[in-house]
T-cell receptor, first 114, second 113 residues
């Protein structure tokens, strides 16, 4: 079974530019999560989707971050405009009730904002 | 707001020694996870603890959960260099497995020969 796929793996941009990340969850997983992991810290939940609906986006900085999961499968996370403090690894995870709701993480996208 | 605290944050130990990492959390939950992260890599699931008194073991690692004390421990027995990594505990605030996780800051473990 293929795992969670993310792209790109690395991205370097200048502040005030825009960037987008893509996630393809494990097949059949209805729930998808985006986490932000700043260097030296644990991951922090940004947004959670159930199919194509948002369950929790309370920690998403909505003035600059947006995310969508239009067809209930793939998801994109966008930052516009980026700030220096957005430098982090962005992790996507997915889960399914069929496997006890355990979250499986992708390899992450490492973003550097200069 | 749920808080998850790990102790210690940094640990350097010698091979062959035993040690315990502690994870305290601030709200009632029956669902706690332990993850391992190697430098530059993603999170690898180690244990899922789903009830009070749950104990799971895999090789030299053993995890336990005391929901009444809001405490989980990750015990390392006879450490080997390959266990060097950062270990995170994470709590599901709903306890039902349907919510995003709240992570601790991680314990950076270095095992020296």
């Amino acid at each position: 079974e293929a795992g969670v796929a993310q792209s790109p793996r690395y991205k370097i941009i200048e502040k005030r530019q825009s960037v987008a990340f893509w996630c393809n969850p494990i097949s059949g997983h209805a729930t998808l999560y985006w986490y932000q992991q700043i260097l030296g810290q644990g991951p922090k939940l940004l947004i959670q989707f159930q199919n194509n609906g948002v369950v929790d986006d309370s920690q998403l900085p909505k003035d600059r971050f947006s995310a969508e999961r239009l067809k209930g499968v793939d998801s994109t996370l966008k930052i516009q405009p980026a700030k220096l403090e957005d430098s982090a690894v962005y992790l996507c995870a997915s889960s399914s009730r069929k496997v006890g709701n355990e979250q499986f993480f992708g390899p992450g996208t490492r973003l550097t904002v200069l | 707001e749920l808080k998850v605290e790990q102790n210690p944050l940094f640990l350097s130990m010698q091979e062959g020694k035993n040690y315990t990492i502690y994870c305290n959390y601030s709200t009632t939950s029956d669902r706690l996870y332990w993850y391992r992260q190697d430098p530059g890599k993603s999170l690898e699931s180690l244990f899922v603890l789903l009830s009070n008194g749950a104990v799971k073991q895999e090789g030299r690692l053993m995890a336990s959960l005391d929901t009444k004390a809001r405490l989980s421990t990750l015990h390392i027995t006879a450490a080997v260099h390959d266990l060097s990594a950062t270990y995170f505990c994470a709590v599901d605030p709903s306890g039902g497995g349907a919510d995003g996780l709240t992570f601790g800051k991680g314990t950076h473990l270095i095992i020296q020969p």
